[in-house]
Every structure is written in structure tokens, then in C-alpha cells.
């Protein structure tokens, strides 16, 4: 244990705040000034923020290190009131939320930006994204690697891709930690995650936790619905890196992580628990995500229609276009409801730190990082 302490701690002076290496001895920004006197986080409005905006002249551009954060600055119409104390500084606001207790029920919801930078190709970026690295499998359209029939006809390329995706590969991200310190500290009522990466549960959020809504490599089944025979995840494991394509030893069919492919149905837990923790959620944080596959997109529509609601993405996504349906960022929906949406555009990772540091959290969470990323490499020595 003392060696991992001590790991930690020679970590923590190596690791810059967007987790990027950085050469132990070398303590500056780059600019000739010292990065331990800038790594403070600036508010996100007031005399501390740049002056500049956005093209809508809507956002507060952060200066320092999170430079690359903007928080949306609603132009509330007249008379429209908002759930947050300051509606123009709404990551304070929500800080104070769950600071005061306000907000001890928080879900989060998570798509494929809050893994990229563990190194798990996005789904749908454009020129990057995994649908868009799949030519070498010559699959008739990129989404057939994910679809159940033409796994049952042709599975290798499945498995090929399982193979570079499969978890313990990757490190989770500050995300999955800022998950993972919400469910330490009890103020996690569930994450539901688009993820497979199984990211969240290396990080150690626990089972019970996590809604894993298009399914994971955690455990597989075999595909014969006669059969249905579970597979443990070292089992599948040592099949997918010796290059074997797994078959059920009780009706020699397929057998497939329980991943949820086009043409098959989202997992049971999804729906079991979906209603009442979005009834009880008090406040909704969204990350990472386009909000484009649904029923996972509609999920933000199912709080009570006062709770707060956070989106961190690198894009607007989920917008109204009428009342009672998506994000209403500038209340222009509102009516006799309260402006309940923030804003925070950029780097997923960078905002988590940021909710950090104005929770005085900011210690802990790169305490969990460093800790697993020392245990991971004393592991490999």
C-alpha cells in the first residue's frame, strides 16, 4: 500500500489537469510562469473571466487553465425565473446545490465523449470516430458490426473489433472518477451510460449504480434464445485474445457479450428502474453525448420539470424545438416553469475538475486518478 501512496504522489507532480503527461522536473506552464501558481480554476463569470464571448455573445469564456470551457450565459426573457441563485454563473450555482444538500440525488448520463480520451475511439465523430475506421472489415455499411444478423452470418469482424475494444486496456477518464467520487461521498442515485467500455465499473462504481443502457462486455449470453446459457467475462476474454470466435458448450451457437445490437432489445434493467429514478433524480448531469439514439435521448425529459439540468458536451445537443421536449438553455420555453438547463461547452473532463474545485472536491478527484493509475502500473512492474 505504501508504495502505491508513494506512486500516487510522484504521479500527481507528473499528471497535468487535462491528464496528459508531463516530465516530472518540468513545472512550468511552457510560458516561463510556474503551473502550481496557475492551476488554481478561475470563476466562471465575474472579474476573473475574459471578456469575450461566443458568436452568440451567450457564453463566459474561462482564462487559466481551463481556457477551453465556456459557460452558457442565458438571456432569460422577461419575467422567467431560474432554479439557479445565478443563472449567469450556473456551475456555481449547482456547486451550491449539491454543497448545501439542495441536489443528493444526482443522475448522470454519459455518452462515448467522456471515454475518448482513455483512447476508445468515438462512435460518431466525424473522420475519427469508430464507424469511420471499419473499412479494413469490408462490412456492407459500417453499423452491420453491430447488428444481430449479420453477427449470426459473419461474426470474426465482431470479434476482431472486440478485441481492440475489450476493457482493462483503458484507463477511465477524470469522468468516470467524478462518477465514481459522487458514489463515494452517496450523492449518485444512478449513472446511465451509452458506454460498452465498462469504464465506469474499472474506476469502481459499483453494479448497483450503473445503468448500462446499450449493455456491456461485463458478461455475455449465448445467442440462442432455447439456450441463453451465461459466459463469464474471463471466458469470453480468453476466447477473443486467442483469436477464437466463442461458441455456447451446451448448443455450440454463438455466444456474444451482452451487448445490445441494432435489432435487439435494450437490457430489462433499463426499463425497471428508469421511471422512478428520474421521478426521485434532483438534479440531471449530461455528458458527452449527442443525444441522438433514442430511447437513451428522451431520458432528460423525464425528470420533474424543476430539476436542474447540467449538459457538458463539446456541442449544444438536445435543444427544444417545443415546449416540454429537450434542453431550454435560454428559457424561451419555460412559461410557469423555472429555467432549469446549464451550459458548460468543452472538454468533458475539464468541466468535471471544474465542478470539482468549486465543490472543494478538486483534491480528492485527482487522488482517485493518481491512486489508479499508481496500483495499475505497480501492477505491471
Not at 53 to 75: F, I, Q, R, T, Y
Not at 232 to 252: A, L, Y
Request: proline share 5%; hydrophobic share 40%.
Amino acid at each position: 500500500m505504501a508504495d502505491i501512496e508513494e506512486l500516487a504522489k510522484q504521479l500527481d507532480e507528473s499528471l497535468s489537469l487535462g491528464g496528459k503527461p508531463v516530465a516530472p522536473n518540468d513545472r512550468s506552464n511552457g510560458d516561463g510562469s510556474d503551473a502550481e501558481s496557475s492551476r488554481s480554476v478561475p470563476s466562471a463569470v465575474g472579474p476573473q473571466s475574459s471578456s469575450d464571448e461566443d458568436s452568440d455573445g451567450d457564453s463566459a469564456k474561462l482564462v487559466g487553465p481551463m481556457a477551453s470551457l465556456m459557460v452558457h450565459k442565458p438571456g432569460l426573457p422577461a419575467g422567467i425565473a431560474s432554479v439557479f441563485a445565478d443563472a449567469a454563473s450556473s456551475i456555481d450555482s449547482i456547486a451550491s446545490m449539491i454543497a448545501s444538500g439542495a441536489a443528493k440525488r444526482v443522475i448522470v448520463m454519459a455518452g462515448a465523449g467522456i471515454s475518448t480520451d482513455a483512447g476508445i475511439p468515438d462512435f460518431r465523430s466525424a473522420g475519427t470516430g469508430l464507424y469511420a475506421n471499419l473499412q479494413k472489415y469490408r462490412l456492407p455499411y459500417p453499423e452491420a458490426i453491430f447488428t444481430i444478423d449479420y453477427f449470426r452470418r459473419k461474426p470474426k469482424p465482431f470479434f476482431v473489433l472486440a478485441k481492440e475494444l475489450y476493457p482493462g486496456q483503458y484507463t477511465p477518464t477524470l469522468c468516470h472518477f467524478f462518477v465514481k467520487l459522487l458514489a463515494q461521498k452517496g450523492l449518485l442515485l444512478r449513472h446511465y451510460t451509452q458506454n460498452i467500455d465498462c469504464l465506469e465499473r474499472v474506476a469502481g462504481v459499483e453494479s448497483e449504480l450503473l445503468v448500462e443502457a446499450h449493455g456491456s462486455f461485463h458478461a455475455a449470453h449465448c445467442i440462442n434464445a432455447k439456450c441463453r446459457k451465461e459466459f463469464s467475462q474471463s471466458w469470453v476474454k480468453e476466447h477473443i485474445f486467442g483469436d477464437k470466435i466463442p461458441h455456447c458448450d451446451k448448443c455450440r451457437s454463438l455466444v456474444k457479450p451482452d451487448i445490445t445490437f441494432f435489432g435487439e432489445g435494450l437490457p430489462s434493467r433499463f426499463f425497471e428502474l428508469l421511471d422512478d429514478d428520474f421521478a426521485a433524480c434532483d438534479l440531471l448531469i449530461v455528458m458527452g453525448t449527442s443525444l441522438q439514439v433514442h430511447p437513451f435521448a428522451s431520458l432528460i425529459d423525464k425528470v420533474r420539470s424543476s430539476t436542474p439540468r447540467l449538459l457538458i458536451n463539446r456541442e449544444r445537443v438536445g435543444e427544444s424545438k417545443v415546449r416540454g421536449t429537450g434542453f431550454d438553455f435560454d428559457g424561451s420555453f419555460a412559461g410557469s416553469n423555472p429555467h432549469r438547463d446549464a451550459l458548460v461547452l468543452g472538454d468533458c473532463n475539464e468541466a468535471c475538475e471544474l465542478l470539482a474545485d468549486r465543490l472543494g472536491w478538486k483534491s480528492e478527484l485527482l487522488k482517485l486518478r493518481t491512486k489508479f493509475v499508481a496500483k495499475r502500473k505497480l501492477n505491471d512492474f
